[in-house]
């Protein structure tokens, strides 16, 4: 089955600076890429996604990566803010008409200090 | 009202005895999903309801059981506990099919068992 690894276990940055988190995926067949962000003592929520029919895609300051070429996936924070600290999560899954198996990597710890 | 609720936040179980976890969700999801994460692993998929039909992955096939008696609500349920059953435990639903932001799951803030 898909195995989804997500690189940075911990990653802080400054206030202002950007911040990247890399994932890689192994299936081919996976199509869809969402990140979720979980805040302290809250639940994972949905941030931005990116399909395998783009390689790239922008929402505000956050920027998705994909190459499918090398099977991995980005996730790029410009303009980081104290209220970006939080725990990101890349997932990865082929999606199907009924439901959506994501699989998950282990989680990026982002610290942004003033 | 994007809302999955989980009753109880916290929950100690002793070896051998059995668990129930609740989810619910008001939103009229057809599918609701349960999710295992421990401590600096990524969640791990353990079952999942479409409509009435469950589903569940082959790894944990034989250690998890679900119902969902109704659309609003699933029960995750161990049979007899086990250490390494101490977890928290996310459940999470998602759209009809068809419908605009299906594939976005909405989760709720789990449920810690511990088991002793």
């Known amino acids: 089955g898909e195995k989804v690894e997500q690189h940075e276990s911990t990653l802080s940055v400054r206030e202002g600076d950007s911040a990247v988190i890399n994932c890689t995926y192994t299936?081919?067949?996976?199509?869809?890429f969402p990140w979720y962000k979980q805040e302290a003592g809250k639940s994972l929520h949905f941030v931005i996604d990116?399909?395998?029919?783009?390689d790239r895609k922008q929402s505000q300051r956050l920027i998705v990566l994909l190459d499918k070429k090398a099977k991995r996936f980005s996730l790029h924070i410009t303009a980081t803010q104290p209220e970006d600290s939080a725990i990101y999560f890349c997932a990865a899954s082929m999606l199907s008409g009924s439901f959506n198996k994501l699989t998950f990597g282990a989680g990026t710890r982002l610290a942004v200090c003033p | 009202d994007t809302t999955v609720k989980q009753n109880p936040r916290y929950k100690l179980a002793r070896v051998g005895k059995p668990v129930n976890l609740i989810c619910s969700q008001t939103m009229n999801h057809d599918t609701m999903y349960w999710y295992q994460k421990k401590p600096n692993q990524a969640p791990k998929l353990l079952l999942f309801?479409?409509?009435?039909?469950?589903?569940r992955e082959a790894d944990t096939f034989e250690k998890f059981q679900s119902s969902r008696p109704n659309n609003s609500f699933c029960s995750l349920y161990i049979g007899s506990a086990g250490l390494e059953y101490s977890a928290m435990y996310l459940c999470?639903?998602?759209?009809?099919?068809?419908?605009?932001?299906?594939?976005?799951?909405?989760f709720g803030s789990g449920t810690r068992l511990t088991v002793l």
């Open positions: 299936d081919t067949a996976s199509s869809y």
């Open positions: 990116i399909r395998s029919n783009v």
């Open positions: 999470a639903s998602s759209r009809d099919p068809g419908t605009g932001d299906a594939e976005t799951l909405y």
């Open positions: 309801y479409y409509d009435k039909i469950l589903n």
